[in-house]
């Protein structure tokens, strides 16, 4: 089945930007979601089909997509994104879903 | 507002079988939407194990197909999760989950999880 890799880690001040990528073969044909993990919480959806943000996500969480990589854009990062985040993919063919291997973020 | 909570216990010994159950209030759980169990070892990353749509028909990851059955039950809105010969690693924290439906789905509403160690 497909692999998608992500950065075990991204570290970044207040107020700057994080970029989480996740790259794999499978991203080129599928659309991208992404989650966000934080200590002992279920998994939140923070950006859906590549780029659209669910209701209630802010603005400073935004997704692209080029070639093989995907990537998670945090801007004006805060103290309260640092947490866990998650890139999934969904394989039509196969009809199974695919989840990436995480990547912490830590707000210095 | 969809819920999801679920349930079962929270130990089960080495070669036993693992039993959960997701209950959906907020929404039928005969709606068009497929309905998910993902499982998260201490320390690790997410792990789909499959899915079920209202008619019965699922998928599973290949890693686990062998050992997973998921059955929904419509008169009780809830679905359930056996997971056969158990081992330590498959202690984790097992959330059900729903996808939404599109063309290329994602998970928009999850249960609170529920943690289940495998151990004599």
């Known amino acids: 089945s497909y692999v998608l890799t992500q950065p075990p880690s991204v570290s970044v001040a207040p107020g700057q930007t994080a970029r989480i990528t996740c790259g794999g073969d499978?991203?080129?044909?599928?659309?991208v979601h992404w989650y966000q993990q934080k200590p002992g919480q279920a998994p939140v959806l923070v950006v859906y089909d590549d780029s659209d943000r669910p209701s209630g996500i802010p603005e400073r969480f935004s997704g692209s997509k080029s070639g093989k990589t995907a990537t998670l854009t945090i801007s004006r990062v805060e103290a309260g994104d640092e947490a866990d985040y998650y890139c999934q993919v969904w394989d039509s063919l196969s009809d199974h879903r695919v989840f990436g291997g995480g990547t912490k973020v830590t707000v210095l | 507002q969809v819920q999801l909570q679920e349930s079962g216990p929270g130990l089960v010994k080495p070669s036993g079988t693992l039993s959960l159950t997701c209950a959906v209030s907020?929404?039928?759980?005969?709606?068009?939407?497929?309905w998910n169990w993902v499982r998260q070892p201490p320390g690790k990353g997410l792990e789909w194990i499959g899915e079920i749509y209202h008619s019965g028909s699922t998928n599973y990851n290949p890693s686990l197909k062998t050992r997973v059955i998921i059955s929904v039950d419509k008169s009780k809105n809830h679905f359930s999760l056996i997971l056969s010969s158990v081992t330590a690693a498959d202690t984790a924290v097992y959330y059900c989950?729903?996808?939404?439906?599109?063309?290329?789905?994602?998970?928009?509403?999850w249960g609170q999880g529920t943690l289940v160690t495998v151990s004599s």
């Open positions: 499978i991203i080129g044909t599928y659309s």
């Open positions: 907020g929404g039928s759980i005969s709606n068009t939407y497929w």
């Open positions: 989950a729903r996808d939404d439906g599109s063309g290329s789905p994602y998970f928009d509403y």
